[in-house]
């Protein structure tokens, strides 16, 4: 009892929170799709995979190139004896044995290392690809309950116009900002995988673990959200009109009146669902808001200049999100609490960690793995500097 008492001691709050929330998806997933069969569930649930593992390709791409750079350090410990040709074949075979033998202990304790990095890469990723399956049987089984003219309705209530055809209309100074908007709104995957890694490398496991709880967290409150209120973009709704509806004829003149910009024609081609396709219904609140919110958030709190990058970038990423009509006005204003909530809850659950957790050998083993990583990235400025010793190149 007490080994298993220790063990359940030994688990961190967000794995806990990960299977649970898991846990409750595959549950959904079995209520919106009771006649599924194993075998369309295997297909789309490996799609679905690919999809979850997106937001997180960076850190997949990060340990990829991290394995290979150790073994390449390995290799030039492993020859170096090789160079010094002063002494003698059985000398240098000796020492090129036990550095061998040396930096095979090491090889092996590395990889085990790479435990630490995949271990919360792994529940995350099923998370997300549970959810992902469950926000397509929800567009499925939805696509006839949308309230997208009642969400174009509440922003011209609030503004006068519809946001997303005023934006983009031709006399608005604002279009300058296009690329602003675009890149702002696409780096969204980049800056979540970005700040995956920075949290993670700290020491402490503090803001990554929040950070884990806060990302995941968000989607659960979303949900209900999604499934009272489905909605498709302005984009999938207006201009590709997937499902052929009959627009609101208070919103029909504003859609054939509706022109753009090459270069949001060429976003256009690659983004949206084509007509007869079935769209997603999570428009409010927006995940793309909510997100940004919780980078700047931790980001913020692990190193307080960021801030004057990701305050920007969250910003017009928000406004990105109306601009390039994937969102509607109403869905930023709903994210905002949301967001919130979401971190709110985050700082409670983790105290909740508090009275429980025992700190293991695992979690110095973690620590001593992490310092090792910066220290190996260390290396890339020295090797930098050695190569152009005039440039000023600042150690990670």
Not at 139 to 160: E, P, R, T, Y
Not at 287 to 299: E, K, N
Request: aromatic share 20%; glycine share 4%; charged share 15%.
């Amino acid at each position: 009892m007490d080994k298993i008492k220790n063990i359940l001691r030994s688990i961190r709050i967000e794995e806990y929170i990960l299977f649970i929330f898991s846990i409750m998806l595959f549950l959904s997933c079995l209520i919106f799709s009771p006649q599924l069969s194993w075998l369309d569930s295997f297909r789309n649930g490996f799609g679905n995979v690919i999809l979850g593992i997106k937001y997180f390709l960076i850190v997949f791409v990060f340990a990829f190139y991290y394995i290979f750079f150790k073994l390449y350090l390995y290799l030039i410990h492993w020859l170096s004896p090789f160079i010094n040709k002063e002494k003698s074949l059985k000398i240098l075979l000796l020492t090129w044995l036990k550095g061998f033998s040396q930096s095979c202990s090491k090889i092996k304790n590395n990889f085990l290392g790479i435990f630490f990095f995949l271990r919360p890469v792994f529940p995350i990723v099923l998370f997300f690809t549970l959810v992902t399956f469950l926000i397509g049987l929800m567009a499925f089984q939805l696509k006839d309950n949308l309230v997208d003219d009642q969400l174009m309705k509440i922003d011209k209530s609030m503004f006068g116009s519809y946001p997303f055809f005023w934006l983009q209309n031709p006399a608005n100074f604002l279009r300058y900002l296009a690329p602003l908007f675009l890149y702002s709104f696409s780096f969204l995957g980049l800056l979540i995988g970005i700040s995956w890694l920075f949290l993670f490398l700290n020491r402490s496991r503090k803001f990554f673990s929040q950070y884990v709880i806060a990302t995941t967290l968000v989607i659960m409150i979303s949900l209900p959200f999604w499934f009272l209120f489905p909605a498709n973009s302005p984009q999938n709704a207006y201009l590709n009109n997937v499902y052929s509806k009959e627009i609101d004829s208070s919103i029909k003149k504003s859609v054939e009146d509706y022109r753009t910009n090459e270069f949001l024609l060429r976003f256009y081609e690659n983004v949206g669902v084509k007509p007869g396709d079935i769209a997603p219904v999570t428009t409010m609140p927006s995940l793309h808001v909510a997100w940004a919110i919780i980078i700047v958030y931790y980001l913020f709190k692990f190193r307080k200049k960021t801030v004057y990058f990701t305050l920007p970038w969250a910003t017009f990423s928000s406004l990105g999100a109306v601009y390039l009509g994937q969102h509607y006005f109403i869905d930023v204003l709903v994210s905002l609490p949301v967001a919130f909530i979401a971190i709110g809850l985050t700082g409670y659950l983790f105290k909740i960690e508090k009275r429980y957790y025992r700190a293991n050998r695992l979690d110095k083993q973690e620590e001593s793995f992490k310092e090792q990583i910066k220290k190996d990235l260390a290396l890339i400025p020295k090797a930098i500097r050695s190569v152009c010793p005039g440039k000023k190149v600042k150690s990670f």
